[in-house]
């Protein structure tokens, strides 16, 4: 059974710092792509960061870029998203998504390549 799980969310001020983690079971990790998306509140999901296998490809959305850092352990299966620079912009559900094709193809921010998604964690940046 597939089971895909974030944690690390909460409250924090503005400038402030999360580190989101995903843990999987249930699958051969180092050969999925592994990918973050975040709704806020009234709006459609998005992509917020993803990383393909073998610390390969890499990619952030605009608003993220210079800000959030993906990365990859194979060994515990999980992938880490460190958010600097918090802004109420960020506030959101995030959730962590796994693609299995990922010796086929880079990551990339289609919902639709993503087979198993976590619950989400929710992240509020507010004073």
């Known amino acids: 059974q597939v089971q895909v799980a974030e944690s690390g969310g909460g409250l924090v001020q503005p400038g402030g710092s999360l580190r989101l983690s995903c843990v999987t079971s249930?699958?051969?990790?180092?050969?999925?792509?592994i990918g973050w998306f975040r709704q806020a509140p009234g709006k459609e999901r998005e992509g917020v960061s993803c990383?393909?296998?073998?610390?390969?490809?890499?990619r952030y959305a605009d608003s993220v870029k210079g800000r959030f850092t993906i990365a990859r352990d194979d060994a515990k299966s999980t992938v880490y998203l460190q958010m600097n620079s918090l802004g109420p912009q960020d506030t959101g559900d995030y959730y962590c998504?796994?693609?299995?094709?990922?010796?086929?193809?880079?990551?990339?921010?289609?919902?639709?390549?993503?087979?198993?998604w976590g619950q989400g964690t929710e992240v509020t940046v507010s004073s």
């Open positions: 249930g699958i051969k990790f180092d050969n999925y792509v």
């Open positions: 990383i393909g296998i073998n610390d390969g490809s890499e």
């Open positions: 998504a796994a693609d299995r094709f990922g010796l086929f193809r880079l990551c990339a921010f289609d919902p639709y390549e993503f087979q198993h």
